[in-house]
């Protein structure tokens, strides 16, 4: 189920939030948290219920493992609490390897086999980390044990199952597992729900469209089309604007959602665009992603605690880990990989060379990141390529022949021609209209702040702005797209 879909918004949560208040009021407490637990499960078995029963399994399992973690610290044995844990997490990586890499791993040692063909069970990278995470906790004293009920619950928490935010099981399980968890209240629910329209209108108006004009041209580079200038950088700016409001659009409805029943989620998404080193961007993109990868990855590799060439090591490292995290295959390692050498690079600079200009460190952080989302979206490494040759020119400079007439000045470098078949919809009026979206959505990426930082009257802009294209979009959009951190 889909948060944009109008099953889960006309139906899935006003029931949802109206049988959490009605038992928790009649029923008591616990009643209300398994209420939303089945609400929980429900969400996630809508479109294959036996990947439900996997995910129910791989909980049941952790939380006895967790209790025996548990045990083993209180007792002060923590060689035997440290091999349980590494148990623990190896169990959950090989499920996640088995579902997620199975047939890329054997397209390596097998060229040529037949794939298996095994489905990808809904959220199965998330709720492995939120698992090994919570196993990690168990391993602190300080950390209470929670019971089942409130460790399931927080595990299938619908609002953060697909995609995230990657959270502590302390910071959560707390709030739902709080006496007052059923009482909804009109604060949460008037900010959960600006969030979840403001997250809509992102999805459904800016990310789709965005996501329109990139699907052409990548789709192209796939089919081995030869892009020009212009279609090439058009469908890469639009693809970098489509990621950035999915996810964005993503995390506002996750907290939306979450903050309706109750729950405070921390903050997922910080205007990344807006960076000014690529450390600064994974401050500030999928920020419990980067968290996670810190705590659990990149500081055992040994951080920077062993010296410089120990640190450059972990941190290409535990790049390549978070590209193959977000797909099997070989461009999502390279997206890994140039993001790993552009930290390198960045912590190198920073030891021999002056701060950059600001303005000049965004430009360039930007470009990088811009540039390493090709082999992210291209189909496969070779339309990678052919969108890189676009990107530099190599298949040349065109535009329509109506356009090259009204600017004479570019005339000397572009050949006119009929239109630019790869570029929006292959009209001669594709490049304006391209051109302006581009336009007003780099704009906004680059200057406004992000929707949890907007005050209420900035927020109820924004959405009077969108309402009319929202609503049009969800009831009368030919498909449901979903989100791109669906697939992974």
Not at 136 to 142: E, G, I, Q
Not at 252 to 281: C, E, K, W
Request: net charge positive; hydrophobic share 55%; proline share 7%.
């Amino acid at each position: 189920m889909l948060f944009h879909a109008q099953a889960f918004l006309l139906v899935f949560l006003p029931l949802c939030l109206l049988g959490l208040a009605l038992v928790g009021r009649w029923c008591g407490a616990a009643w209300a948290l398994a209420w939303l637990l089945g609400a929980s499960l429900l969400f996630h078995a809508w479109g294959n219920p036996a990947h439900t029963a996997l995910m129910l399994a791989s909980i049941v399992g952790n939380h006895a493992l967790g209790r025996v973690l548990h045990g083993l610290t209180l007792r002060h044995r923590p060689g035997a609490a440290r091999r349980g844990f590494q148990a623990g997490v190896a169990a959950n990586l090989a499920l996640l390897v088995w579902f997620k890499y199975a047939d890329f791993l054997l397209e390596i040692v097998a060229p040529g086999a037949p794939p298996l063909g095994i489905a990808l069970p809904l959220a199965i990278s998330f709720f492995t980390f939120q698992q090994i995470m919570f196993l990690a906790a168990c391993r602190d004293p300080a950390e209470p044990l929670p019971g089942f009920l409130p460790y399931a619950a927080f595990v299938a928490f619908f609002p953060h199952l697909i995609a995230g935010p990657l959270v502590r099981p302390g910071a959560i399980i707390p709030q739902l597992a709080a006496p007052g968890l059923s009482r909804l209240r009109t604060a949460n629910l008037e900010a959960g729900c600006g969030l979840l329209l403001l997250g809509l209108g992102k999805k459904l108006v800016l990310a789709d469209m965005f996501g329109g004009f990139a699907d052409t041209g990548f789709n192209a580079a796939e089919q081995g089309a030869a892009l020009t200038l212009l279609e090439a950088w058009a469908a890469t700016l639009s693809y970098a604007l489509q990621i950035y409001f999915d996810f964005s659009a993503y995390s506002d409805m996750a907290t939306g959602l979450a903050r309706m029943l109750g729950v405070h989620f921390p903050l997922n998404f910080d205007s990344p665009y807006q960076a000014r080193s690529i450390t600064d961007f994974w401050r500030r993109w999928h920020i419990t992603l980067g968290s996670f990868l810190r705590a659990h990855v990149y500081i055992p590799l040994g951080g920077n605690r062993h010296g410089l060439a120990r640190q450059l090591a972990a941190l290409m490292l535990t790049m390549a880990l978070a590209g193959i995290w977000h797909g099997a295959g070989w461009r999502f390692l390279l997206w890994g990989m140039l993001h790993g050498a552009m930290l390198v690079a960045h912590q190198l600079y920073r030891r021999v060379c002056a701060p950059m200009p600001g303005r000049l460190a965004q430009a360039l952080t930007l470009l990088g990141v811009i540039l390493a989302w090709v082999p992210f979206r291209a189909g496969d490494l070779p339309a990678a390529g052919a969108m890189l040759r676009g990107l530099l020119g190599l298949h040349g400079f065109a535009l329509p022949a109506m356009i090259w007439q009204a600017l004479p000045p570019l005339q000397p470098w572009a050949r006119p021609v009929p239109l630019l078949p790869w570029l929006g919809a292959a009209r001669t009026l594709s490049l304006p209209e391209v051109a302006a979206c581009l336009l007003c959505g780099w704009i906004a990426v680059l200057i406004l702040p992000q929707a949890q930082a907007l005050s209420a009257r900035g927020q109820a802009l924004m959405l009077t702005a969108g309402f009319a294209f929202t609503v049009q979009a969800l009831f009368f959009a030919p498909a449901v797209a979903p989100f791109l951190y669906f697939r992974f």
